[in-house]
């Protein structure tokens, strides 16, 4: 059976409610494999809320769809303060990427409570932005970014990444909005660890099945090499 945007392959799904410092409720979801242990953890930061972002952005919907069976990931998906799915509303209101600190910090303490094992953060657009500021956390292995705006973190914030020296990967469309690769490689050359990977053809929001499969492989390629390339068809 080929694998299609729609397809939903077997995990277990639970819903999930994160805590903040500040005294907010987040809904979410974790998905596990099936039957085994997950071999890393990907905790994941959505788009813009104000502009259609949230825990069901199709990129992130398809990781959760695919990963856990195909790749032996948990898959950890959350909407931030203020942000609905169908999963349900998120206390809160949206507060420009300062509050949500406290979301990021909630999702990282309920994947080590629960044990979830190798964290790796994914942020997409302003969830980029949200990795960059606020996923400076031991627990975290490392970060992957689709889309970086590098707008509103800053020089400095990528300075602190590079004294925080965990790898830092940086998928940048061809066609982005906002942050083009060439750009981005000079943006990000601060950071001694950091690798952008240009992706021909692409635009930020990686519509279509083929940016979609670019873009769970690059993941998987560094969080389950084991894993990777991901089949087409099972």
Excluded: C
Excluded at 63 to 71: D, E, G, S, T
Excluded at 152 to 168: E, I, S
Excluded at 205 to 234: H, K, M, Q
């Amino acid at each position: 059976m080929e694998i299609r945007a729609a397809s939903v392959l077997p995990a277990r799904r639970e819903p999930i409610e994160l805590h903040t410092g500040d005294g907010l409720k987040l809904v979410g979801e974790l998905a596990l494999p099936e039957q085994r242990p997950p071999v890393a953890t990907l905790v994941t930061l959505h788009p813009l809320p104000t502009h259609g972002g949230f825990m069901d952005s199709h990129v992130y919907r398809k990781a959760a769809n695919r990963l856990p069976a195909l790749a032996d990931l948990a898959v950890l998906r959350f909407n931030t303060r203020g942000t609905s799915s169908d999963r349900g509303t998120s206390q809160g209101a949206f507060d420009g990427g300062e509050g949500e600190r406290f979301d990021v910090a909630a999702a990282l303490e309920y994947a080590e409570f629960n044990d979830l094992p190798r964290v790796w953060v994914i942020g997409w657009s302003f969830g980029s932005e949200l990795a960059l500021k606020w996923a400076q956390d031991p627990l975290v292995e490392g970060a992957i970014l689709l889309s970086p705006p590098l707008h509103r973190a800053t020089d400095a914030d990528l300075d602190a990444w590079a004294a925080f020296g965990r790898p830092l990967i940086a998928l940048v469309p061809e066609f982005d909005d906002y942050l083009r690769p060439e750009e981005a490689r000079r943006r990000f050359a601060r950071v001694p660890q950091a690798e952008v990977v240009g992706v021909d053809g692409a635009k930020h929001l990686w519509v279509g099945e083929p940016f979609v499969r670019i873009v769970l492989n690059e993941i998987v390629r560094r969080v389950a090499p084991d894993s990777y390339p991901l089949p087409t068809e099972i």
